[in-house]
């Protein structure tokens, strides 16, 4: 592809010494280019490699105002450069890999599951009584899908998933290696015995429901309810080794990153975004575009929206505030000590 080219199909305009008719052949960082890749600069953090880059072209934002790369490439001004580098590397990188239909001669599937047409179902792979698996999907080597699971058209399940008995999954529901849908939550009563203390299981009788459009990170956990649904709403993303307890509700458009851990029965709005190891108790209310920063350990409802941080989590710049608090403290009693030095030094001088 020549640079001309990229730039028609990106919808962009060029800046730079590279000519409209160089050759592209790969995309890489800005760091690691070499002439003939593509690169793109979406975070300002990072404009200072534009001026080491060896990349031929950088997509970079229309209104960024930045010189084209020193090494000689040149600057494709775009609106998004984020979305028109999705666009650009499936030109420049292998396609991705696409299962055949049909069924593994190592895979058990009982008499009585229903399989979708042009499902693909790999080694190892258990489908159980009463299970359904929807058009198209792809189950990879070792998924289960338990008793009366259901899942929709277009789903993929990569190696190692579990989705246990129950369990509903909507259309198009990616699901990374090693996660477990439906586990039992975590309930237990305690009481004192003749013999002692004793540790009751409470039973977990109800399931897990996902919605359409959601993807699932590897190493995840997401609880079945003690009774009901636990409900993951559409078009939710979930990264790796996020923990969700029982009866945990999230709207659409949700955003929870690695190592989030949030404890049964509390429900999220739209569009919340929680980053990574956050922590957030039971039986809470997060309101719509609440957005929860990392570390942050949440105690009670958040419903207002906007940025919420520390722990207990308060609104951002009240957080910062109290950050603060601590070096404005140690400022003034420093402050307070030269005064007092300074007026005894002085009480000194009049006697």
């Known amino acids: 592809m020549r640079l001309s080219e990229l730039a028609a199909l990106v919808g962009g305009r060029l800046?730079?010494?590279?000519?409209?008719?160089?050759?592209?052949?790969?995309?890489?960082?800005?760091?690691?280019?070499?002439?003939?890749d593509v690169s793109f600069l979406a975070n300002p953090k990072y404009a200072r490699q534009l001026a080491s880059t060896r990349a031929t072209a950088v997509l970079v934002r229309a209104d960024a105002g930045l010189p084209p790369p020193a090494a000689g490439g040149a600057l494709v001004l775009v609106d998004s450069p984020d979305l028109a580098f999705?666009?650009?590397?499936?030109?420049?990188?292998?396609?991705?890999?696409?299962?055949?239909?049909?069924?593994?001669?190592?895979?058990?599937?009982?008499?009585?599951a229903t399989l979708g047409k042009d499902v693909s179902i790999g080694p190892l792979c258990v489908v159980g009584p009463g299970a359904v698996v929807g058009d198209r999907c792809v189950l990879e080597a070792h998924v289960v899908v338990a008793d009366e699971a259901i899942l929709g058209e277009d789903c993929h399940l990569y190696p190692?998933?579990?989705v246990r008995e129950r369990c509903r999954l909507g259309r198009?529901?990616?699901?990374?290696?090693?996660t477990v849908i439906g586990a039992d939550g975590f309930g237990y009563n305690t009481k004192v015995g003749p013999d002692g203390i004793v540790v009751e299981?409470?039973?977990?009788?109800?399931?897990?429901?996902?919605?359409?459009?959601?993807?699932?990170g590897a190493n995840a956990a997401i609880d079945r309810a003690r009774f009901g649904s636990t409900v993951i709403g559409p078009h939710t993303k979930i990264d790796n080794l996020v923990q969700i307890g029982h009866n945990v509700r999230t709207g659409p458009y949700c955003g929870i990153v690695s190592q989030v851990g949030i404890a049964g029965s509390t429900h999220l709005g739209t569009g919340v975004m929680i980053w990574g190891q956050a922590g957030l108790a039971g039986?809470?209310?997060?309101g719509d575009r609440v957005e929860i920063l990392a570390h942050a350990g949440v105690a009670g409802d958040l419903r207002e929206p906007g940025q919420y941080l520390g722990s207990p989590a308060v609104p951002k710049r009240e957080a910062i505030r109290q950050f603060h608090i601590p070096r404005s403290v140690e400022n003034l009693k420093a402050d307070v000590a030269a005064l007092k030095a300074r007026l005894e030094a002085l009480e000194e001088k009049l006697a």
């Open 201 to 216: 299981k409470i039973p977990q009788l109800g399931n897990v429901e996902i919605g359409d459009d959601v993807e699932i």
């Open 15 to 36: 800046e730079g010494a590279a000519a409209p008719d160089a050759e592209l052949t790969g995309v890489a960082s800005l760091h690691d280019a070499l002439p003939g």
């Open 160 to 162: 190692m998933v579990s």
């Open 283 to 286: 039986h809470l209310e997060i």
């Open 172 to 178: 198009r529901v990616t699901i990374h290696n090693g």
């Open 86 to 112: 999705a666009k650009v590397v499936p030109l420049f990188t292998r396609p991705p890999i696409v299962r055949a239909p049909g069924v593994h001669p190592t895979a058990v599937v009982d008499p009585t």
